[in-house]
């Protein structure tokens, strides 16, 4: 099974994936997190990928569709693409990519949030840089305040969820995502679900559209 998450940022689909990923199997592949570990290498690539991220940007397309190319290549159980595609040229990177390796898409499904929600996510989020679990400081707090409770890692705030980088990150993807959406609707394997709902109601849904 391989599947695409769209949506905006702070629509829960990193947190989803994960909980889809165990069910299923699957791989989480998150551009997002695999970005931030090429940040982490103190690369020249990783400090041109850090002046785009900080600001909310999306990074240039060559340097995300190599990363991606070179996971679908290493996959060999089915994914979930967490990010990917954010745009159309990206879109159309992966049909050839995927064609070309004979894997289908099953589903992509498209998370429908409201900009109170998102906000309110993306301003709470915690994360463990070391074992990259996602918390909220309201909703979804560890047992120990600021500590990760599954590797003890010191929980920190992304660069990216502070407000001004939030404020540039939705407008990118409302200015992005609509041809995108058109794109897989036109494919018949778009499937919208309440990306307001929490991650066990909405685990529910998901899990009965692909169990279908
Ligand atoms: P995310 O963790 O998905 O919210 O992504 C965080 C940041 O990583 C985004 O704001 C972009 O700067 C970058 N990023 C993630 N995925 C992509 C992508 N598919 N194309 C370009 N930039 C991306």
């Given at each position: 099974m391989?599947?695409?998450?769209?949506?905006?940022?702070?629509?829960?689909?990193?947190?989803?994936a994960?909980?889809?990923?165990?069910?299923f199997?699957?791989?989480h592949?998150?551009?997002?997190?695999?970005l931030?570990?090429v940040?982490?290498?103190n690369?020249?690539?990783?400090?041109?990928?850090?002046?785009?991220?900080?600001?909310g940007?999306?990074?240039?397309?060559?340097i995300v569709?190599?990363?991606?190319?070179?996971?679908?290549?290493?996959?060999s159980?089915?994914?979930?693409?967490?990010?990917?595609?954010?745009?159309?040229?990206?879109?159309e990177?992966l049909?050839?990519?995927?064609?070309?390796?004979?894997?289908?898409?099953?589903?992509?499904?498209?998370?429908i949030?409201?900009p109170?929600?998102?906000?309110?996510?993306?301003?709470?989020?915690?994360?463990?840089p070391?074992?990259?679990?996602?918390?909220?400081?309201?909703?979804?707090?560890?047992?120990?305040?600021?500590?990760?409770?599954?590797?003890?890692?010191?929980?920190a705030?992304?660069?990216?969820d502070?407000?001004?980088?939030?404020?540039?990150?939705?407008?990118v993807?409302?200015?992005?995502?609509?041809?995108?959406?058109?794109y897989?609707?036109?494919?018949?394997?778009?499937?919208?679900?309440?990306?307001?709902?929490?991650?066990?109601?909405?685990?529910?849904?998901i899990k009965?559209?692909?169990?279908?």
């Amino acid at each position: 099974m391989n599947l695409i998450f769209l949506g905006p940022p702070g629509a829960g689909k990193g947190t989803q994936a994960k909980v889809v990923c165990k069910h299923f199997n699957l791989e989480h592949i998150s551009t997002g997190d695999l970005l931030r570990s090429v940040v982490k290498s103190n690369s020249l690539i990783g400090e041109k990928t850090r002046e785009f991220m900080n600001k909310g940007l999306l990074v240039p397309d060559e340097i995300v569709v190599e990363i991606v190319a070179q996971e679908i290549k290493k996959n060999s159980k089915g994914f979930i693409l967490d990010g990917f595609p954010r745009n159309l040229a990206q879109s159309e990177f992966l049909e050839s990519a995927l064609s070309s390796a004979d894997i289908f898409l099953n589903k992509v499904f498209n998370f429908i949030t409201s900009p109170e929600k998102v906000v309110d996510r993306l301003s709470g989020r915690r994360v463990c840089p070391k074992c990259r679990a996602i918390y909220h400081i309201k909703n979804m707090p560890p047992l120990e305040e600021g500590i990760c409770d599954k590797c003890a890692g010191i929980l920190a705030q992304r660069d990216d969820d502070k407000e001004e980088a939030i404020k540039e990150r939705l407008r990118v993807y409302k200015q992005l995502s609509e041809p995108l959406i058109s794109y897989y609707q036109e494919k018949g394997i778009l499937c919208d679900v309440d990306g307001d709902l929490n991650v066990e109601p909405l685990f529910g849904i998901i899990k009965e559209i692909l169990e279908i």
